[in-house]
């Protein structure tokens, strides 16, 4: 392994060596983005395919229908009385419903703070027991009072208390079934799965009543509307861009797309010509919301807990009704109660590109990994020039010939210069910990300081490298290029670490992140050459995460509405922190903003002339 | 090396700091200690506290804690922790316990760095040994590594372990022969495995011994014998009182046995237990005695190789147990990583010092992102975890097998000072 | 050969021409004995189903079949009703007493109130069997046990031949014998108890269990009983008792007793089997709420849970009784019926209805030879919503409602919670609550704990005695048996953590990824009064459901990766110190060239060997030379 490493490591004596890793590091960067643009081509991207042989989706015929209708029509009667009243009458009108049906009914209060104002709620929950099975397995029909956007869910709730009629009079389910009414679409899913795993913060959410076996699977039905649709949107974003499992969105693609035949959307393109620039559009949409990590649904909170789970919206105007999106549920149902194996054979890592198209982690994770992969090297690079002493001290007289010369003129290893690691620790250590500044006080501030603390926080991040580069300066000692690159070396290092431990849990945050700090490799000191150093100074200014948060929140979004504005955006991601426990703000304050800072402290050095001494081994 | 005065204000005031800073995350953060207890890095079966607990509270209800599979830790721990206050109602004694042990370990080091044996050893001296850090820097970073740290909130049996190995390589130093025995011993019957540390051990005490040997020619035979039998004698007194203590001698196939066997088959940064869970039944046993082969191999070659600087031998050593052991965690890198600086002066002689770091770092941070995608996500399998295991095992082997070419390099700089600085090779 | 055929033929003759006799002079003979109750010991055999109507539709069938015979008669291998397979069995393994459950489903305490029997004739999910055995030692007895449970396993096509010492517990609190033994606790009886809660009951284990009934399921109530319909049941639990009695006169008897407990939904029973699919009936004989403002030709509000009172036994079982076992005791009825009296019950000519003085439940005795059916009407209803209450026997609150689940998610660790209400206002119950769980469970006792719904803090005094038997890696699983109280109309947590621990490859199942069974908590209620001798026999039992405990897997197409990874890893860590300690140093352009220059400079050597009339050697030394400065 040493003599391995050794053949390899002896090269560094070589001055072109020296000169190449910007090269490289540019190159892996270029090569990174270009590989995410090939993934869309039929040659990088499959076609989707059911791994796990027991789910067997679409191969049932569904009965849901018929007289059924009328039932759901009563039940919409029912709940359409209760648009607009408190949450704990509805529940009362659902609980004795659920009562009436048969079924067990719990119900659950939970009471989130954050931003300054609380989201307080009650779930209410009904389970089907199987009818010969015990309580060991369970799978979940989840219908939200309000979807993500606020709007009532019309036709969902009656929709799943006839499904759970329904459902109750078949003997051939394994597994239980739990209907699960929250009022609101992410607090109160988040509130009640936690508490069914038992992490809840029982200050703040109440313990389970009565509870099932373990979690195998989830389906929310957003349903809004209340005329016929034409196709079903499949939402599977999860927290922190955890995905459910293919297999899941397999099977409901099957249902639906197969056996009813509606058409089947994702990552709200409505409409999909299977072409390179719909992929490629449909492949961005999902790693920007990968990106997030925000909740996307009401399924989005199960994921964390290793239960796949997606939402289904009908949209479109059609000639489906409600029976056609209640079959597709009975279909997916009927399959997830196939399950033998929790659901574990198919891909948790992927991007869909269509319906029917995906690139697996082994196809995209190259890409992240070469971007993060370029800071690395640049740290090694930095690493290995800061040992080097300046050239013209090692230069010897005594050679023969010109080659010979070259090769003793290169310092070699062994009169590599003595490195001193303080300053560069202290500072690079100072700079991350203070990302713990703007983590701690976005996320407790209340909604109406957001907006103040967040200018007063870009001034400040502004003005902090100026200062840190006068205080490097007016120090005592000088500091020197050494101690600049050691600085860059250092904070490169970590970035590249962070990022690439970040690829694998959550990539699309991996590759943005690491996408908008590539600067950072290659600014360097210039101290002699101020064009050169504002022009460098403002491409970070640009890219700065506080000036990117910014237009991120102006910037109209996805369905082409205007941004929803900095308060909001700020508002969302504490909200997103306190209670789905989102972890992307950590990223951008702990992990981007303090490599940037150091990046621009670096842009300003004017490394002193005083350099290490030579130290003879 | 600077005056004792000064040094003494600085340890004190170092000490104190290592203590504040631990009881401050005892206290600031009361769920860090359970979570670093739960976590497969820091806690393995053989020194996990939570299972430390439950054979205390089955010791204390009349079960013996070693008729089941949970406790496999040494009998003489009950009673120590049995003193205690419970830890139920008063956690403080026990935190107050473990930043003590650490400050003892600390205090062992900063003897054996004063002591300028890493430079120059009796039979050999270091052409760089003037260049080296005071005993306070290496306590310091000792003290205040992480890997340190979290071992210590995690309550993790294995600071025992390291401090009775410290205190018998000071002892040893010091020309307290007897004492380093006995510290050898209670390491041993901790956790088995620092018996390999005998022959250096013996070693480095004849080279220290107060009256330099006498030219009798089997003078050391007769040395060595007696060091063996200190520790066979202190051994057998140990295990006398343990079987007083537990009424059977169930304990020795409980303990040591689950170290020889690898019957409890939980996940940790070693290389064994993957290697053993994917093994075909009939192969069990025979890799398991290739296994220990391999570790115990290593003890004869560095003892005769190294024969001139014996603290060497068992700085490698202990970075060879961090990673081949049955069920190393990061506690026993804490304790290789911490002797490390010893060797201050063939730093310049390292040749991959960086990728080594970063080996390192990156399996710091990697190993819990896999391992959550494993256990907790479901969204990895158990490959990602032991391919992690793999790096980590790989990163510190790297800087074992640098360290050794330092210091022979070091060696051989003396009889060829004409190549200070050349490039060299080996053939 | 044909000595063995020729036993068994006589065998068969005695049992077929000589029983009927005995029964019939016994019933004459114990004619005085007609009012006792059913567990009179005297009467050989006898059987009786008791129907009873549960809320939501559903209806308890409780079946039960007891024969007895003379210890006497069954040391001498005179087996008269009792099943002479299983009695050779029995008298093989040594075994006193035997307690065989065979259990699906869960039973609804919130709507079906308390258990049959107080719970004392069923198990958890799955087999289980527990026996007091006679042998002079522990080995001995497992020895037994291991010869019981194949016997058995064979007999009963269940795999019982799995309960091995892993699944295998010695309770100390738990059970206590159902049958008068002279020693119960005397050294040389051993109880064993064995668990499988992942084995699926199914018809293969109701035949041979109909087997050991002297009418074999051909007549009596026996007939009823049919696979499909016993195993659509919502809870179902097949036990089989045997133990020894010993009336204050008389002499001792071994007695059988097989009961089989089923709750059927009766809506799901009375589908026809040819057409089972539940399809959504048309809209106009839907049962709708006429009351609501909205309902319509095409909206109704359905009021069908509560519907589906009226049933007729061959509606539910698929056919009527077939007549009566000629063996039985004619002076217990053979069907009851628990409804209360101001229900109207239609039987089938020929019987007679006897209503019992609790104006509950009333039975039918009806002749031998012709069929018999049951037919309930449905109770008139107002306005098409049942008052249910005034139509059942309203069942009994249990003394106990025991929920268990696991906490905390992931593979790494977990714990235990079990909910235990005490439903009574004024009344503590005191019980005994046992697990045995599999040895990969390592569960941390230092953590158990109690605490009451609603009362900060915990409240360990309600943990009275625990007794811990701790698991042994692949030799021995986890009993725990606690001795606790709940205070009355007062809710208690009991929780525990455990660790879940990986395994070996080969350990795991083929679905690996689905997890493991644990089987289901044992409680017994102890009751009230300790006035009844030092052994307080249960009065109350009841098991929770079962768990799923998923451990983290290995991957299972890795093992010659793994040894080829982590021996490389080994290799080089071993190789690269080896080299540098047997290396010996020289400087860069010292010593002998490596690999490659080596080659090359031979080359040459070669070519100026070629060109140059010269001797080869001076001109590699030359060229060695050049290469070497």
């Given at each position: 392994m040493p003599r391995l490493l050794a053949s390899a490591l002896?090269?560094?004596?070589d001055p072109r060596l020296l000169k190449l890793p910007p090269y490289l590091s540019l190159l892996c960067i270029v090569v990174g983005v270009v590989w995410l643009f090939l993934l869309p081509l039929d040659d990088y991207s499959r076609r989707t395919y059911i791994?796990?042989?027991?789910?067997?989706?679409?191969q049932v015929h569904t009965y849901f229908g018929g007289s059924d209708q009328n039932v759901f029509r009563a039940y919409k009667h029912e709940t359409d009385e209760l648009a607009g009243k408190g949450n704990i009458e509805v529940n009362d009108k659902l609980e004795s419903i659920a009562k009436g049906l048969g079924l067990k009914v719990g119900r659950q209060n939970f009471t989130y703070s954050s931003a300054g104002n609380t989201h307080s709620g009650q779930n209410i929950y009904a389970i089907l027991q199987a009818p010969r099975g015990d309580a060991t397995e369970a799978i979940v029909l989840v219908a939200a009072w309000k979807n993500v956007k606020g709007e009532p869910n019309r036709s969902g709730v009656p929709l799943v208390l006839t499904l759970a009629r329904y459902f109750?009079?078949?003997?051939?389910?394994?597994k239980d079934i739990i209907f699960l009414f929250t009022p609101d679409s992410i607090a109160g899913p988040q509130a009640w799965v936690d508490a069914y795993h038992d992490a809840h913060d029982s200050s703040r959410v109440a313990s389970l009543p009565l509870k099932s076996g373990a979690l195998q699977g989830a389906i929310a039905l957003d349903y809004t509307r209340e005329t016929r649709f034409q196709s079903v949107h499949i939402v599977y974003d999860g927290v922190n861009g955890q995905l459910p499992n293919l297999d899941l969105i397999n099977s409901v693609n099957h249902v639906?797309?197969?056996?009813?035949?509606m058409g089947v959307a994702i990552?709200?393109?409505?409409?999909?010509?299977?072409?390179y620039h719909d992929r490629l559009q449909t492949m961005l949409r999902g790693m920007l919301k990968q990106g997030l990590g925000?909740?996307?649904?009401?399924?989005?909170?199960?994921?964390?807990?290793h239960v796949d789970a997606v939402t289904l919206q009908p949209f479109g105007?059609?000639?489906?009704?409600e029976m056609a999106i209640g079959r597709v549920i009975e279909g997916t149902f009927r399959s997830l109660n196939n399950?033998?194996?929790?659901?574990?054979?198919?891909?948790?890592f992927y991007f869909l590109m269509q319906k029917e198209r995906f690139v697996s982690i082994g196809t995209y994770l190259p890409s992240a990994m070469l971007v993060a992969a370029n800071f690395t090297i640049m740290a090694i690079a930095l690493w290995v020039k800061s040992g080097q002493p300046e050239v013209q001290k090692v230069i010897?007289?005594?050679?023969?010939?010109a080659e010979e010369a070259e090769k003793l003129a290169l310092p070699n290893p062994h009169a590599a210069m003595e490195r001193d690691l303080f300053l560069p620790l202290v500072l690079v250590a100072a700079c991350q910990f203070a990302g713990v500044v703007p983590l701690y006080l976005f996320n407790h501030l209340s909604e109406s300081a957001l907006i103040p603390a967040f200018v007063l926080f870009t001034v400040l991040s502004a003005i902090l490298p100026f200062l840190l580069s006068n205080l490097l300066h007016t120090s005592a000692t000088s500091t020197t290029t050494q101690q600049y690159h050691l600085i860059r070396s250092f904070s490169l290092l970590l970035l590249g670490m962070f990022l690439s431990s970040l690829a694998t849990l959550n990539f699309s945050l991996a590759f943005l992140v690491g996408v908008f700090s590539a600067p950072l490799t290659f600014?360097?000191?210039?101290?002699?050459?101020p064009i050169l150093k504002w022009l460098s100074m403002a491409v970070l200014y640009i890219l700065s995460p506080t000036t990117v948060v910014f237009v991120a929140s102006v910037l109209p979004d996805?369905?082409?509405?205007?941004?929803?504005g900095l308060g909001e955006v700020l508002r969302q991601a504490a909200f997103a922190w306190d209670?789905?426990?989102?972890?992307t703000p950590v990223v951008v304050w702990c992990v981007w903003w303090p490599a940037w800072i150091v990046g621009v402290v670096s842009v300003l050095g004017r490394p002193g002339a005083g350099d290490g001494k030579v130290k003879n081994a | 090396m600077n005056g004792g005065k000064a040094t003494l204000g600085r340890t004190a005031g170092l000490y104190a700091g290592a203590a504040v800073l631990r009881l401050a995350l005892f206290t600031l953060f009361p769920r860090l200690p359970d979570l670093l207890t739960g976590r497969v890095e820091i806690s393995t079966p053989v020194t996990s506290f939570k299972r430390l607990q439950e054979g205390l509270f089955l010791y204390n209800h009349n079960v013996?804690?070693?008729?089941?599979?949970?406790y496999h830790q040494a009998p003489l721990l009950l009673p120590i922790f049995n003193l205690l206050p419970s830890f139920a109602t008063f956690p403080i004694f026990t935190y107050l316990l473990y930043i003590a042990i650490d400050i003892l370990s600390a205090d062992a080091l900063l003897r054996i760095a004063e002591s300028g044996e890493a430079g120059s050893s009796a039979r050999f001296t270091s052409?760089?040994?003037?260049?080296r850090w005071s005993g306070a820097v290496i306590a310091a970073l000792f003290l205040f590594n992480p890997f340190t740290i979290a071992t210590c909130i995690g309550r993790s049996t294995t600071v025992f372990t390291t401090c009775a190995i410290l205190h018998a390589i000071a002892n040893a130093i010091s020309g307290r022969h007897f004492h380093a025995m006995v510290a050898l011993s209670f390491a041993s019957y901790l956790?088995?495995?620092?018996?390999?540390?005998l022959p250096p051990l013996v070693l480095l005490c004849y080279d220290r011994?107060?009256?330099?040997?006498?030219?009798?020619?089997n003078a050391w035979i007769k040395f060595a014998a007696t060091m063996v039998m200190d520790v066979v004698g202190a051994l057998a007194v140990l295990f006398q009182m343990s079987f007083c203590l537990?009424?059977?001698?169930?304990f020795l196939s409980s303990t040591y046995g689950v170290q020889l066997t690898l019957s409890d088959l939980a996940p940790n940064i070693g290389l064994w237990w993957y290697f053993f869970v994917e093994m075909f039944d009939s192969f069990r046993s025979f890799f398991l005695a290739v296994f220990w082969l391999h570790l115990s191999s290593y003890v004869g070659g560095l003892s005769v190789r190294l024969r001139q600087q014996p603290l060497v031998v068992i700085t490698l050593l202990l970075g060879i147990f961090s990673i081949f052991k049955p069920y190393p965690s990061i506690a026993d890198a804490s304790l290789f990583l911490g002797m490390v600086p010893l060797y201050r002066h063939v730093f310049p002689l390292l040749r991959y010092s960086f990728v080594i770091a970063a080996i390192i770092i990156y399996a710091t941070f990697l190993a819990p992102a896999f391992y959550h995608l494993w256990i907790?996500?479901?969204?990895?399998?158990?490959n990602f975890f032991y391919a992690i295991t793999l790096v980590w095992g790989l990163g510190l082997s790297l800087l074992v097998c640098d360290l050794a070419f330092a210091v022979l390099r070091d060696e051989w700089e003396v009889e060829r000072?004409?190549?200070?600085?050349k490039e060299i090779r080996q053939i | 050969m044909r000595r063995f055929f020729a036993s068994f033929l006589l065998s068969l003759l005695s049992f077929l021409c000589f029983s009927p006799y005995a029964a019939i002079a016994n019933a004459s003979s114990a004619a005085?004995?007609?009012?006792?109750?059913?567990?009179?010991?005297?009467?050989d055999y006898h059987e009786q189903l008791i129907l009873r109507p549960l809320p939501l539709s559903a209806l308890l069938a409780s079946f039960n079949f007891r024969s007895n015979t003379s210890l006497s008669a069954f040391e001498a291998h005179n087996f008269r009703f009792f099943p002479r397979s299983l009695g050779q069995i029995l008298q093989h393994a040594g075994t006193r007493e035997l307690h065989l459950r065979f259990s699906l489903g869960r039973w609804d305490?919130?709507?079906?109130g308390a258990r049959p029997w107080n719970g004392a004739r069923e198990g958890g999910t799955g087999v289980e069997m527990w026996a007091w055995l006679e042998a002079e030692t522990d080995e001995e007895a497992d020895h037994k046990w291991l010869t019981l449970t194949n016997a058995l396993s064979g007999l009963f096509c269940?795999?019982?031949?799995?309960?091995?010492s892993t699944r295998t517990t010695r309770p100390v609190m738990s059970f206590q014998p159902e049958g008068n033994h002279?020693?119960?606790?005397?050294?040389?009886t051993h109880l064993l108890y064995g668990v499988l809660p992942h084995e699926v009951v199914c018809t293969e284990n109701l035949t041979p269990f109909l087997k050991l009934l002297p009418c074999k399921g051909k007549?009596?109530?026996?007939?009823?009983?049919d696979g499909h319909k016993l195993f659509d049941s919502s809870w179902q639990t097949m036990a089989i008792d045997i133990r020894p009695v010993c009336p204050e006169d008389g002499e001792c008897v071994l007695q059988i007793e097989q009961s089989i407990d089923m709750v059927l939904d009766i809506d799901r029973s009375k589908r026809p089997r040819d057409n089972p699919i539940p399809r959504p009936p048309p809209a106009h004989d839907m049962k709708c709420n006429?009351?609501?403002?909205?309902?319509?030709h095409d909206t109704c509000f359905p009021t069908?849970?509560?519907?589906?009172q009226d049933w007729s036994l061959s509606q539910i079982f698929g056919r009527p009784i077939?007549?009566?076992?000629?063996?039985?005791?004619?002076?217990?009825?053979p069907v009851c019926i628990q409804v209360p009296d101001s229900r109207i019950v239609f039987a089938s000519e020929g019987a007679i209805e006897k209503k019992n003085p609790d104006q509950t439940s009333r039975c039918f005795d009806f002749p031998a030879e012709n069929d018999f059916e049951v037919f309930l009407p449905a109770p008139e209803t107002q306005d098409g919503s049942v008052v249910v209450d005034q139509h059942l026997v309203k069942p009994e609150t249990p003394l106990l409602y025991a929920e268990r689940s696991f906490t905390g998610h992931g593979q790494e660790r977990g714990g235990v919670q079990t909910i235990l209400r005490n439903p009574s206002p004024d009344q503590e119950v005191e019980f005994i609550y046992m697990e045995s769980l599999?040895?990969?469970?390592?569960?941390?006792?230092?953590t158990i704990s109690a605490r009451v719904d609603g009362?900060?803090?915990?409240?360990?005094?309600?943990?009275?005695e625990v007794y811990y038997r701790p698991a042994v890696d692949r030799a021995r699983g986890t009993q725990l048996e606690v001795r606790m109280t709940v205070p009355p109309a007062s809710t208690v947590f009991l929780t525990y953590d455990f660790e879940k621990s990986i395994l070996?490859?080969?350990?795991?199942?083929?679905?690996?990824?689905r997890g493991f069974d644990v089987a289901a908590a044992v409680i017994t209620i102890l009751n009230r009064?300790?006035?009844?001798?030092?052994?307080?026999?249960?009065a109350y039992n009841l098991r929770t459901t079962t768990l799923l405990c998923n451990l983290p897997t290995p991957d299972f197409s890795m093992p010659y990766n793994v040894i080829i990874f982590t021996s490389t890893a080994i290799a080089l860590a071993f190789g690269g110190m080896f080299n540098i300690l047997v290396r010996r140093f020289v400087a860069a352009n010292e010593g002998p060239e490596n690999g490659l220059k080596k080659g090359v400079n031979r080359l040459k050597a070669k070519l100026a060997a070629m060109f140059k009339k010269r001797g080869s050697t001076p001109a590699v030394m030359l060229d060695g030379e050049k290469k070497m400065e």
């Open positions: 002896s090269l560094r004596r791994s796990e042989n027991a789910l067997l989706p679409g109750k009079r078949w003997s051939l389910w394994s639906a797309g197969g056996q009813m035949g990552q709200e393109m409505w409409k999909h010509s299977n072409s925000l909740a996307s649904g009401p399924h989005s909170s199960f994921i964390p807990y105007d059609g000639w489906q009704d399950l033998l194996e929790h659901l574990h054979q198919s891909f948790f010897t007289e005594k050679t023969e010939t600014v360097r000191p210039c101290p002699n050459s996805l369905d082409e509405k205007v941004g929803c209670v789905t426990g989102t972890y | 013996s804690p070693y008729d089941g599979g949970v052409p760089r040994r003037d260049k956790s088995m495995y620092p018996l390999l540390l011994q107060k009256q330099p040997a006498t030219g009798a020619p537990t009424g059977s001698w169930e907790y996500a479901g969204s990895g399998n158990a000072p004409e190549m200070v600085g | 005085d004995s007609i009012s006792t109750s059913i567990s009179d010991s005297r009467s305490a919130e709507s079906w269940a795999s019982l031949n799995f309960i091995d002279i020693d119960a606790n005397a050294a040389n007549a009596g109530i026996a007939s009823l009983l006429t009351s609501k403002p909205y309902h319509a069908d849970s509560a519907a589906n077939k007549g009566t076992c000629p063996l039985t005791d004619p002076t217990v009825s599999p040895w990969f469970m390592r569960i941390y006792l230092h009362q900060p803090g915990k409240a360990d005094s309600l943990i009275q070996r490859y080969t350990e795991y199942p083929p679905d690996a990824n009064d300790k006035s009844v001798g030092n052994s307080r026999f249960a």
